[in-house]
């Protein structure tokens, strides 16, 4: 009989009390799209679709003792990162990411959530582009996390969004998609740039109330859609045409009195398998 096994995508990132973001909408991500999902937790958020109230960071040798778990025993197809608050944690991660050598990694520098509040260490945003760009398949950055890794003035347009894109270029990484969510117009427009291209990808924008997690959820679909086997821009492409529909699907449902969360399983996807 053939053995067979799951697409397996790992998720290292910071845990939502709520469920809406963080480690739980990584989770609910990867089983819609009928993958295998698994956790590094970095840290435990006290948060609900208000806000956040407290943060308490796990030690970086924990994070990496469960990302040594998950590779020596079950193996990875695709890593997407999400919360790293401080420099001894992105060492960390970085260090056993360069030991296991994953074909793919998503990373979402999270750093203000969709309430406003601040998740990360200010000295911690050079040790990430030090330590993890050089590392990562994709950056996706929203438009307040590009202003903070490029260190310049507030972005409010396109072509300023794709000069702070191509900056990053230039700090390590091999590609970015930048996401123009909090630009203003009908329009939503994302960027996905490369040193070579630089792609638009524009949608109709969802009103919505419930925009939690948005950033988590569009990084996990593009790292499961690696997982199953798609190239990086298809994955990009079906990743945000999967977090379109989860927003749409959630628009009118009410969770909680401030951002409620998407609706991820709108139409989930069986576990797909590989013959080993």
Known sequence: ????????????????SGGGAGIQADLKTFVALGCFGMSAITAITAQNTMGVTAIHGLPPEMVGAQIDAVFE?????????????APDLVRMVAARLRHWQPRTIILDPVMVATSG?????????????????????????????????????????VDEMKGAAHSLLGKGCTAVLAKGGHLTGAVLTDLYVTANSTIRMDAARIESHNLHGTGCTLSSAIAAFCGLGLPLEEAIVQA???????????????TGKGHGPL???????PMRKFNI
């Open 73 to 85: 025993d079950i193996g990875v197809d695709a890593v997407k990162i999400g919360m790293l608050h």
């Open 1 to 16: 009989m053939t053995q067979q096994r799951y697409a397996r995508i790992l998720t290292i990132a910071g845990s939502d």
């Open 117 to 157: 509040a601040r998740l990360i260490e200010p000295d911690t945003i050079a040790i990430l582009i030090q330590e993890l760009f050089p590392l990562a398949s994709l950056v996706t950055p929203n438009l307040d996390e590009l202003v903070l890794l490029q260190g310049g003035a507030p972005i409010s347009t």
């Open 263 to 269: 609706n991820h399983g709108f139409a989930p996807l």
């Open 240 to 254: 945000r045409a999967f977090i379109t529909r989860a927003i749409a699907d959630g628009a009118d449902v009410t």
